[in-house]
């Protein structure tokens, strides 16, 4: 943990040796550290200079500025500091004013060092959990406003997907009509040959013009080519239906596989050949799951976040140097524990992680990526999806220059009164 730092503001030289002195115990087992300034304006540049400073103790009567005026200065240049005053004893006064201007505690001279040291660990304990405190607010509000995004995004999904449904369902349809119309028409156009086999000039300039045969040879194809990219129509607007299923209260039982291909089908426009000329192969080790009680929309959003970083990582190291192996990310799902739990694992032959970097990749904000590319929530949030929404658990191995493999394990029921614990149980069964 972080050393807190502690400004004393004093006159007197005398009191920075007393101060080591005393506290040498303390400062030589990093719990805190101490900073020294002679008057307030010191102090002032010492903290706009260093915003390390958690706490200030100060005297009041000082020349150039003194503690009162540095205590109102104090809360432009930091909200967190907190300052204790040190004033004559009996100085009501002062204190009173003291206290007024948002100081949080005072101290009489002499200064008794004892209750300097009670008084420098509550005002420590107090500053570390505001901090702690903003932090978690800080955290919940990106969380918040991520996911009031996919949520709109996932409504906007819904509703585009619903607009495109109708439209791609009457030409699904009318392509069986068309082509039994037209292969009505057809039959009749043979008979006609068959029975005029020698019709009028204009008759037979149209053949040839129109080449009969082989548009009659290329007809099948036509319609099977239509066919084929209606179906993929049909089959990318089911996977957005099931990607964007993120409005959902209460936990269904979803097959996992359709989550993991529905958001394959989504990226799959980045796993084709592109700017550096490769491409990434998905294998798919796909086990028999039974189906799990989760929140599909945050599942997927789950794959996704995972399955982006797989195909980013490749993207970082394309240019460096020519790749011999293929790119591949490979899929494996397994059940476990006798089908009460299940594991899914994503692992590419990427570019691997750092020790430094595996140890902050689920960190809320912490990215590799430039700005504008990364966020640093997708991991963070990811984890906080599988571990406190569905109790289950998410892990990372990672090897530099080898690749990386996120594991997820999820109980298949959401009813068990302690996931959390049975996690380790399980992963032990699980062979991990
Ligand atoms: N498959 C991976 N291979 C290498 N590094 C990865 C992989 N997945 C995640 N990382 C690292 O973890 C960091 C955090 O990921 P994430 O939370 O998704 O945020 P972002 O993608 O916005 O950077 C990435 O910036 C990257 O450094
Ligand atoms: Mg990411």
């Known amino acids: 943990m972080k050393t807190a730092k502690i400004l004393i503001v004093d006159d007197e030289l005398e009191l920075e040796r007393l101060f080591k002195l005393r506290f040498r115990k303390n400062i030589r087992a990093n719990e805190f550290e101490l900073v020294f300034a002679s008057n307030g304006q010191d102090a002032l540049e010492k903290l706009q200079s260093d915003s390390l400073i958690d706490m200030v103790v100060t005297d009041i009567n000082m020349p150039d500025m003194d503690g009162l005026t540095l205590l109102s200065k104090l809360k432009e240049i930091n909200q967190n500091i907190k300052a204790v005053v040190v004033s004559a004893y009996g100085d009501l006064r002062n204190i009173r004013t003291a206290m007024n201007r948002g100081a949080f ?118 319609i099977s080519s239509m066919k084929t990219g209606t179906e993929r129509i049909i089959d990318l607007s089911k996977s957005l239906r099931n ?109 691997g992680m750092s020790t430094e970097v595996k140890e902050q990749v689920f960190d809320y904000l912490f990215t590799t990526k430039p700005l504008g590319k990364g966020t640093g929530l997708g991991l963070a949030i990811s984890r906080q999806i599988v571990e406190e929404k569905h109790g289950g658990k998410l892990t990372c191995i990672s090897t530099l220059g080898q690749g990386t493999e996120f594991i997820i394990e999820l109980p298949r029921q959401q009813y068990y009164p302690s996931n959390k614990l049975k996690c380790d149980h399980v992963a032990a069964i699980c062979g991990r």
């Open 105 to 222: 505690d005072f101290l009489t001279k002499p200064i008794d060092f004892d209750d300097l040291a009670i008084t420098i660990k509550k005002t420590l304990e107090f500053v570390k959990q505001k901090k702690k405190t903003l932090n978690q607010l800080q955290e919940m509000q990106t969380q918040m406003i991520q996911q009031e995004k996919m949520s709109a995004i996932g409504q906007l999904v819904a509703s585009i997907v619903h607009e495109i449904n109708n439209p791609v369902g009457f030409i699904a349809s009318n392509i069986d009509f068309a082509s039994e119309y037209i292969q009505d028409m057809l039959k009749l156009l043979n008979l006609y040959q068959q029975q005029f086999p020698n019709p009028g000039v204009e008759i037979q300039s149209t053949l040839q013009e129109i080449e009969l045969d082989y548009l009659v040879s290329a007809l099948p194809e036509v």
């Open 243 to 351: 990607f964007s299923r993120g409005n959902i209260t209460n936990p269904v039982a979803f097959n996992l596989h359709e989550g993991l291909d529905s958001t394959l089908l989504i990226v799959k426009h980045r796993l084709k050949a592109r700017k550096h000329s490769y491409r990434i192969e998905i294998i798919k080790k796909y086990g028999s799951l039974p189906f799990v009680d989760c929140y599909p929309g945050q599942l997927n959003q789950v794959f996704l976040n995972i399955i982006v970083n797989a195909i980013d990582a490749f993207d970082d190291i394309a240019q460096e140097y020519a790749w011999e192996k293929t790119k591949a990310i490979t899929i494996q799902t397994q059940a476990c524990a006798d089908n009460d739990w299940v594991t899914i694992r994503i692992k590419d032959n990427g570019p």
